[in-house]
C-alpha cells in the first residue's frame, strides 16, 4: 500500500526566508504527487502536481517542487515566505488504488 | 457561488443519533469523494464514487454510509453518531482519469461535526 509521510508537523520561518516543506513517498511504481493547501475555516485546495515529465513542478504563489525518484521524495519549497502562506500544507499520492492518499499535514507558521 | 457546496457547515449532536451530511457539486465531474480530517492524521478516505452506480469503501468506512442521489449529489451518513466520530468532514470531487486531470480534487469548505 502507497503511504506519505511529512517531516514536521509544524514549520516556522521569518517573514522573508526560505520555505522548505517534506515529503516523502512509498510506492511501488511513482505516483502522480500533489500538495495541497489549506487555509484557516476553507477547503483545500490544489498548490501543484507532479504526473509526467519535467521534474521540477511550479505552482500558484512562487511555490514549486522537484520530484526524486531516486529519494522518493517531493518537497515544497519557496524561496521567500510572506504572511500569507501561513497555512495547513498537505503531501499526497495518486497510485495503482486509484485514491488520493493524504500525508498528516504541516502547518506554516511565518513569523513577522 | 461555491462549485462544492456543503450543508451543515457546523453540526452538534448527541451520541446515538443520526446525522447526514449533504454535498453537492456545479462542476459537472463523475467522481465524488467524502473525507474526514483529524488534527495530526491528514486527510482519511471514508467513501468514493466513480458514477451514481458505483459507490466503494473507503480506508475508514465503518459507522459511515453514503448515497449518490444523482450526479451532483453524495450524501454522508452517520447511522449512530458517537464521540469518536466528531471531526471535520470534506467533500470533494474530481474529473475522468486523464493525465491531467487524475488526482486533482476540488473541494468544499467543509462541514464540522460534534458528537457530545
Known amino acids: 500500500a502507497q503511504s506519505v509521510t511529512q517531516l514536521g508537523s509544524h514549520v516556522s520561518v521569518s517573514e522573508g526566508a526560505l520555505v522548505l516543506l517534506r515529503c516523502n513517498y512509498s510506492?511501488?511504481?511513482?505516483?502522480?504527487l500533489f500538495w495541497y493547501v489549506q487555509y484557516p475555516n476553507q477547503g483545500l485546495q490544489l498548490l501543484l502536481k507532479y504526473t509526467t515529465g519535467a521534474t521540477l513542478v511550479k505552482g500558484i504563489n512562487g511555490f514549486e517542487a522537484e520530484f526524486k525518484k531516486s529519494e522518493t521524495s517531493f518537497h515544497l519549497t519557496k524561496p521567500s515566505a510572506h504572511m500569507s502562506d501561513a497555512a495547513e500544507y498537505f503531501c499526497a499520492s495518486w497510485g495503482s488504488a486509484r485514491q488520493l492518499t493524504f500525508g498528516s499535514g504541516t502547518q506554516l507558521t511565518v513569523l513577522p | 457561488d461555491a462549485d462544492v457546496t456543503q450543508t451543515p457547515r457546523n453540526r452538534i449532536t448527541k451520541t446515538g443519533k443520526r446525522i447526514m451530511l449533504e454535498c453537492s457539486q456545479t462542476?459537472?465531474?463523475?467522481?465524488m469523494y467524502w473525507y474526514r480530517q483529524d488534527p495530526g492524521l491528514g486527510l482519511r478516505l471514508i467513501y468514493y464514487s466513480f458514477d451514481v452506480k458505483d459507490i466503494n469503501k473507503g480506508e475508514i468506512s465503518d459507522g459511515y454510509s453514503v448515497s449518490r442521489q444523482a450526479q451532483a449529489k453524495f450524501s454522508l451518513s452517520l447511522e449512530s453518531a458517537i464521540p469518536n466520530q466528531t471531526a471535520l468532514y470534506f467533500c470533494?470531487?474530481?474529473?475522468?482519469?486523464?493525465?491531467?486531470?487524475?488526482?486533482?480534487?476540488?473541494f468544499g469548505e467543509g462541514s464540522r461535526l460534534t458528537v457530545l
Open positions: 462542476k459537472g465531474h463523475d467522481r
Open positions: 470533494a470531487t474530481s474529473g475522468r482519469d486523464r493525465d491531467r486531470n487524475t488526482g486533482e480534487l476540488f
Open positions: 510506492s511501488s511504481v511513482p505516483p502522480y
